[in-house]
């Protein structure tokens, strides 16, 4: 679904639904697809809803502090990042509902459901942290010097 009222029927009300997103920032070693769910609106945006991507470990995002969130949003890669994501839905995001992919689209994936529902268990605490990750997306790029709107979208010579 690309159509923004589309895209917003399926991320909320938030952390609700677990959906398919297909997006080149995930790589090709993961197919550029993954389970996402929604967290928070972004602060400053309001046509960008923040996600958790499902296809990594979101438990560290309940242990970390604020500011340890803050710093994984821009770190180098290969360095561990904060597995945050954020959807603009004026941008006709590939969105879709996770029952679109099959089972053997799922094992290419090398995901579980097992898996994915532990961790769609997790991104429920994690929406009770939400006031945390929301003052974390408030911060200032490095790279910039300034207040960044794209907090997660940055080009990877950048992060």
Same mark, same amino acid.
């Given at each position: 679904?690309?159509?923004?009222?589309?895209?917003?029927?399926?991320?909320?009300?938030?952390?609700?639904?677990? /959906?398919?997103?297909?997006?080149?920032?995930?790589?090709?070693?993961?197919?550029?697809?993954?389970?996402?769910?929604?967290?928070? %609106?972004?602060?400053?945006?309001?046509?960008?809803?923040?996600?958790?991507?499902?296809?990594?470990?979101?438990? /560290?995002?309940?242990?970390?502090?604020?500011?340890? $969130?803050?710093?994984?949003?821009?770190?180098?890669?290969?360095?561990?990042?904060?597995?945050? %994501?954020?959807?603009?839905?004026?941008?006709?995001?590939? $969105?879709?509902?996770?029952?679109?992919?099959?089972?053997?689209?799922?094992?290419?994936?090398?995901?579980?459901?097992?898996?994915? %529902?532990?961790?769609?268990?997790?991104?429920?605490s994690l929406r009770c942290r939400k006031r945390s990750v929301v003052r974390s997306c408030k911060t200032v790029c490095p790279k910039k010097r300034r207040r960044c709107s794209t907090l997660?979208?940055?080009?990877?010579? %950048?992060?």
């Open positions: 679904m690309r159509q923004k009222k589309n895209v917003k029927s399926l991320l909320e009300p938030l952390g609700a639904r677990l /959906c398919a997103h297909v997006s080149a920032m995930y790589g090709k070693d993961r197919f550029n697809v993954a389970p996402v769910v929604s967290i928070t %609106r972004h602060p400053s945006n309001s046509n960008a809803i923040v996600v958790a991507d499902l296809g990594e470990d979101i438990e /560290c995002l309940l242990d970390w502090s604020e500011d340890e $969130i803050r710093t994984k949003l821009f770190v180098p890669r290969g360095e561990t990042r904060a597995p945050l %994501r954020e959807v603009k839905v004026n941008r006709s995001p590939f $969105i879709a509902p996770f029952e679109v992919l099959t089972d053997e689209n799922i094992e290419k994936l090398s995901l579980s459901k097992k898996s994915l %529902r532990s961790a769609g268990d997790a991104s429920i997660w979208s940055l080009p990877a010579g %950048r992060r």
